[in-house]
T-cell receptor, first 111, second 112 residues
Framework: GNSVTQMEGPVTLSEEAFLTINCTYTATGYPSLFWYVQYPGEGLQLLLKATKADDKGSNKGFEATYRKETTSFHLEKGSVQVSDSAVYFCALKANAGKSTFGDGTTLTVKP | GAGVSQSPRYKVAKRGQDVALRCDPISGHVSLFWYQQALGQGPEFLTYFQNEAQLDKSGLPSDRFFAERPEGSVSTLKIQRTQQEDSAVYLC??????????FGPGTRLLVL
């Protein structure tokens, strides 16, 4: 079956540091890939997506590139802010229905 | 509406009690999804509707779980004879076109 494995947390960084959260997947076919973010006390929000190999999703300074050869979709940001503190979920959708999520990575950014 | 809404936001149930969780999707969204999120884990798929048709219910953990969307808009997830292992956050999501989904704030269920 489909699965998503993401970097275990928690991750603690200083403001303006570089962020990488690793995500790898196993899926049949050609899935779409997503990063969702959950800020404290709020629901899941779509952060970015990529629907085919070599696509780069980007939003709010975050980027992730769909790498079919390594089955990866790592999340990066060049300079994190305190307001980026949240839980980040990697997910895939391989058909018209359900999404499969990783277990989430908690990011804390300290001033 | 402005977004996906869910009610109640919190529910405490005694073991063996039946509960009903409501989801109001974004107006006009054809697809509706239910997920279960245990503490410290990612959401796990429960079931999926396209309009009023339940196209996939493979994630429902037992026959105590039942979902409906009779008019293709509001959906209700019902759990009969709740057990402690049902304690989780239940998330609803809707989408107009695939693959983007918009999530509600969730209902946190605690079974004592």
């Amino acid at each position: 079956g489909n699965s998503v494995t993401q970097m275990e947390g928690p991750v603690t960084l200083s403001e303006e540091a570089f962020l990488t959260i690793n995500c790898t997947y196993t899926a049949t076919g050609y899935p779409s890939l997503f990063w969702y973010v959950q800020y404290p006390g709020e629901g899941l929000q779509l952060l970015l997506k990529a629907t085919k190999a070599d696509d780069k999703g980007s939003n709010k300074g975050f980027e992730a590139t769909y790498r079919k050869e390594t089955t990866s979709f790592h999340l990066e940001k060049g300079s994190v802010q305190v307001s980026d503190s949240a839980v980040y979920f990697c997910a895939l959708k391989a058909n018209a229905g359900k999404s499969t999520f990783g277990d989430g990575t908690t990011l804390t950014v300290k001033p | 509406g402005a977004g996906v809404s869910q009610s109640p936001r919190y529910k405490v149930a005694k073991r063996g009690q039946d509960v009903a969780l409501r989801c109001d999707p974004i107006s006009g969204h054809v697809s509706l999804f239910w997920y279960q999120q245990a503490l410290g884990q990612g959401p796990e798929f429960l079931t999926y509707f396209q309009n009023e048709a339940q196209l996939d219910k493979s994630g429902l953990p037992s026959d105590r779980f039942f979902a409906e969307r009779p008019e293709g808009s509001v959906s209700t997830l019902k759990i009969q004879r709740t057990q402690q292992e049902d304690s989780a956050v239940y998330l609803c999501a809707s989408s107009l076109w695939l693959p983007a989904q918009y999530f509600g704030p969730g209902t946190r269920l605690l079974v004592l």
